[in-house]
């Protein structure tokens, strides 16, 4: 009996470590501003992104659904989807993967704000390039918020469209990436 209670005190302490140390969510949120002089309207927002966080190796990802952004324009979105855009019946998802580079500058047990210095690699339209960005990162109590922005060329991840080459659409999105951990 006594090494029963042992054996489930040794499983629950790990099991709490391991929480501590990876963190994951499924409501952080990615924003994509394509916006130009020309037209207001190519912003979306997608508030079902997964989102990851190991807090002692320092490795981060996400991962969106293409179909999950919504466009104040529905017009928009269709075209956003189709195959001439983001394909996304094809390529389904985006993703990173990647690590915080500084790791020893974000005391993940100390209340405070971090800036962070993010290196990976984003899949998007089935062609992956590296990017590297700045993290915020806040750290309250058991709570980790973490915001992200940075800039792509659409002609990098083979998207393009005819609103692009009209100047409607920008041909270097920025891309808000956001998360909550608990």
């Known amino acids: 009996m006594k090494k029963s209670i042992l054996l489930f005190a ?5 099991g709490a470590s391991f929480a501590q140390k990876k963190k994951i969510t499924t409501s952080a949120t990615v924003n994509f501003d394509a916006t130009t002089k020309l037209d207001a309207l190519p912003k979306a927002e ?3 992104a997964v989102a990851s966080l190991d807090t002692k190796s320092g490795k ?10 919504s466009f104040a324009n529905p017009k928009i979105q269709e075209h956003f989807n189709s195959e001439g855009w983001m394909n996304s019946d094809k390529f389904p998802t985006a993703t990173f993967k990647g690590s915080i580079t500084n790791l020893s500058d974000v005391k993940f047990t100390t209340d405070g704000t971090y800036t962070a210095t993010v290196s990976g690699d984003l899949t998007l339209h089935g062609v992956t390039k590296p990017v590297t960005t700045t993290a915020k ?5 058991a709570t ?3 915001t992200t922005d940075f800039s792509i060329k659409v002609a990098d991840y083979e998207v393009n469209g005819a609103a692009i080459g009209a100047g409607k659409v920008s041909t270097d999105p920025k891309i808000t990436v956001s998360a909550e951990f608990k």
């Open 60 to 69: 981060v990802a996400f991962e969106v659904t293409i179909k999950s952004f």
């Open 10 to 14: 040794l499983v629950t302490l790990a």
């Open 137 to 141: 990162i806040v750290v309250a109590g």
């Open 144 to 146: 980790i918020t973490t």
């Open 46 to 48: 997608n508030k079902t």
